[in-house]
């Protein structure tokens, strides 16, 4: 299986200003014939399911606030939240799809507001 | 636009087969890939597997000698079966639906049923 490790467990950021979140993944996920990597970013609030965020590492969903950014390839990727409103306090997972035999999640991140 | 909504029991004691449905409203069954995911008390998320309209499947290696999804196309409704479970299988349970083959993502989720494993 394809491991996703995030960092950090958790942060504190204040609002308007930028959190970001890292993801790596055991092996690439950048599949080369179409040059795309297979990361997903979702959001989950308390008691709520988790939302789709992002794809193909850096395509922001529909409805998506330009805040939400993705960026990386490979193994190594970012989400980052330009600016920290008080609704983006959330877990965050990555996801990769690049084995579809085997979906893995990352272990999560929580921010909140300092 | 499209809603999904777990059904089943929430307590199942140990030993026992867990079972859940998805119904999916608001639009057809077809053409997609479903999926059932969970998420322990406090914890992250754990593809258990999915199943496409025609009724093909794929299942998480840690729990494929447990799991059965089937589909309903007649009732617009997917199922999830996990055998001989134990405390380890308490989870919220999410069905959601998945993009594409190639855009395996979880475009649509359920609300989630929390499934208690205890005598």
């Known amino acids: 299986d394809i491991v996703m490790t995030q960092s950090p467990d958790s942060l504190a950021v204040s609002l308007g200003e930028r959190a970001t979140i890292n993801c790596k993944s055991s092996?690439?996920?950048?599949?080369?014939?179409?040059?795309?990597?297979?990361l997903a970013w979702y959001q989950q609030k308390p008691g709520q399911p988790p939302k789709l965020l992002i794809y193909w590492a850096s395509t922001r969903e529909s409805g998506v606030p330009d805040r939400f950014s993705g960026s990386g390839s490979g193994t190594d990727f970012t989400l980052t939240i330009s600016s920290l409103q008080a609704e983006d306090v959330a877990v965050y997972y990555c996801?990769?799809?690049?084995?579809?035999?085997?979906?893995?999640f990352g272990g999560g991140t929580k921010v909140e507001i300092k | 636009q499209v809603q999904l909504q777990e059904s089943g029991p929430g307590l199942v004691k140990p030993s026992e087969t867990l079972s859940l449905t998805c119904t999916v409203s608001?639009?057809?069954?077809?053409?997609?890939?479903w999926s059932w995911i969970r998420q322990p008390p406090g914890k992250g998320l754990e593809w258990i597997g999915y199943?496409?309209?025609?009724?093909?499947?794929n299942y998480n290696p840690s729990l494929k000698s447990r799991v059965t999804i089937s589909v309903d196309t007649s009732k617009n409704q997917f199922s999830l079966k996990l055998s001989s479970v134990t405390a380890a299988d308490t989870a919220v349970y999410y069905c959601a639906r998945v993009g594409d083959i190639v855009l395996m993502v979880y475009e649509v989720w359920g609300q989630g049923t929390l499934v208690t494993v205890s005598s």
């Open positions: 608001g639009g057809s069954i077809s053409s997609y890939y």
């Open positions: 996801q990769q799809y690049y084995s579809t035999s085997a979906l893995t």
């Open positions: 092996q690439s996920v950048l599949y080369s014939s179409n040059n795309k990597n297979y």
């Open positions: 199943i496409y309209y025609s009724g093909s499947t």
